[in-house]
C-alpha cells in the first residue's frame, strides 16, 4: 500500500493487483475476515488497488508460491523478474521519477 | 552410508500446516520440565548444554532453547553435578526434542517430550556423536547466490533439532547424537529435498544432493503462466496478466489464516 501512495505520480507505468489465495473463495468471505483489520489496521482504509480471487487454488499452484508474502513482479516486457518484488519494483519506480525528474 | 534425496511437495506441506493451525491444534504453553542426562553406564553428566535447537555457524555449533512462543527469551540450560537440569519450555501442542551435546567428549543424546505427558523427570542417555556431513549442489548457476539450510528433524518430533548454513554451494557438517533423522535441505528459490539417515556409524555421509530451481525461480526471465481469476475488484475479472504489457506489475500474494 505505501509503494502504491509513494508512487501515485506513476500510476501510468505501474499495477499492484492483490491475489488471494484460495482461503477466501468469494468475497463474501472475504470482507467478512477482513472487517476487522480494515477497522483496526488499516485506519477503516480499503485496500487501494485491485484484489483478484482464485477459488480453484490454480494460480498459486502454476507460480509455486509457497511461502505467504511473496510478491511477484512481472517487468514490461512481460517477463518475471527474480528477487524481492517490492523492493525491485520500488528502485525500478526511483528510476524512473529520476528520469523524468529531468 | 549415502540416502536418496525425495523430493516434497511445499504446496501440500503449506497447506497442511495451516489447516492445523485452522484447527487449533498448534496451540502453545509454556511448562516446567525437569531432566536429567546420564551416560550409557547410567551415572549422571555434569555440565553438558541442552537445547531445542542447535544451530552450526562459522564452526561454531550452539545451543537454542526456546521458553517462549517468540523465542525472545533465550535461555542456556547445563546439567548440574547430579547431571539434573530444568526450565520453562514452550510446547506447541506437539512432540519436542531436547538434544544434550558435549562436543569436547564427543557425546550426545535426544529425549522425545510429549507434551500430554505429565512426567516429573525424564531421563536423557548420551552415547557417542556422529558426524554428518553431505555436499550442496545448485542445479541452475543462477541460483548459486541462494542461502541454503540443513534442517536435522528427529523423525519422532515435527521441529528440527539442528541446523547448519551453506552459502551457496558447498560441504556442510553437523555433530549431532545417534539415531535416524531426516535430513532436510531448505533455500528461498529451489525445491527442498529430503533425505532419511540412519546415524549408526562414527561418521555419516548424507553425500552431494544437487537441488533444483522452484518452479516460480524456473520463470525468471520468461512468460508467467496464466492467472485464474474467480471474482475481481477492481478490475474485469477477464483481466490476463498480459493487459499489463507495457508497465510494471507488481502481484502481491496474500492470505488469510
Known amino acids: ?102 | 552410508m549415502r540416502g536418496s534425496a525425495r523430493y516434497s511437495n511445499h504446496a501440500a506441506i503449506a497447506a497442511a500446516v495451516l489447516a492445523a493451525i485452522a484447527a487449533g491444534a498448534l496451540a502453545g504453553d509454556v511448562r516446567d520440565v525437569r531432566g536429567r542426562v546420564v551416560d550409557e553406564q547410567g551415572r549422571p553428566v555434569a555440565g553438558i548444554a541442552i537445547g531445542t535447537h542447535w544451530t552450526s555457524m562459522n564452526g561454531a555449533i550452539t545451543p537454542q532453547w526456546k521458553s517462549d512462543a517468540s523465542m525472545q527469551e533465550r535461555l542456556t540450560i547445563r546439567t548440574d553435578d547430579q547431571g539434573r537440569f530444568g526450565g520453562p519450555l514452550y510446547f506447541d501442542g506437539r512432540p519436542l526434542a531436547l538434544v544434550a551435546l558435549d562436543l569436547q567428549a564427543r557425546r550426545g543424546g535426544t529425549a522425545i517430550l510429549d507434551p500430554a505427558a505429565r512426567e516429573d523427570e525424564f531421563t536423557l542417555t548420551v552415547g557417542p556423536l556422529v558426524r554428518l556431513c553431505g555436499e550442496v549442489r545448485i542445479a541452475l548457476p543462477l541460483l548459486k547466490d541462494n542461502t541454503v539450510r540443513a534442517f536435522i528433524f528427529d523423525p519422532r518430533a515435527p521441529i528440527a533439532i539442528a541446523s547448519a548454513v551453506v552459502e551457496g554451494e558447498g560441504a556442510w557438517e553437523l555433530l549431532l547424537p545417534p539415531g535416524r533423522v531426516k535430513l532436510s535441505l531448505v533455500a528461498a528459490e529451489l525445491e527442498r529435498a529430503e533425505i532419511e539417515l540412519d546415524l549408526a556409524a562414527e561418521h555419516v555421509d548424507a553425500g552431494a544432493v544437487a537441488l533444483q530451481p522452484t518452479a516460480l525461480a524456473r520463470l525468471y526471465g520468461k512468460e508467467p503462466p496464466p492467472w485464474t481469476v474467480t471474482e475481481a475488484r477492481g478490475v474485469d475479472a477477464g483481466v490476463q496478466i498480459a493487459d499489463f504489457t507495457g508497465k510494471w506489475l507488481l502481484i502481491e500474494t496474500w492470505s488469510y489464516w
Do not use: C
Open chain 1, 1 to 102: 500500500m505505501d509503494l502504491y501512495d509513494e508512487f501515485a505520480d506513476l500510476r501510468d507505468r505501474f499495477a499492484i493487483v492483490a491475489f488471494h489465495d484460495r482461503s477466501a473463495p468469494t468475497f463474501e468471505v472475504l470482507d467478512e475476515r477482513m472487517k476487522d483489520v480494515i477497522e483496526k489496521q488499516w485506519n477503516g482504509r480499503e485496500l487501494p488497488f485491485p484484489i483478484l480471487l482464485d477459488s480453484t487454488g490454480r494460480t498459486y499452484r502454476n507460480f509455486a508460491i509457497t511461502s505467504l508474502g511473496t510478491a511477484i513482479l512481472i517487468d514490461p516486457q512481460g517477463r518475471v523478474v527474480r528477487g524481492a518484488g517490492e523492493e525491485i519494483l520500488r528502485a525500478e519506480l526511483e528510476k524512473l521519477r529520476a528520469e523524468r525528474g529531468r
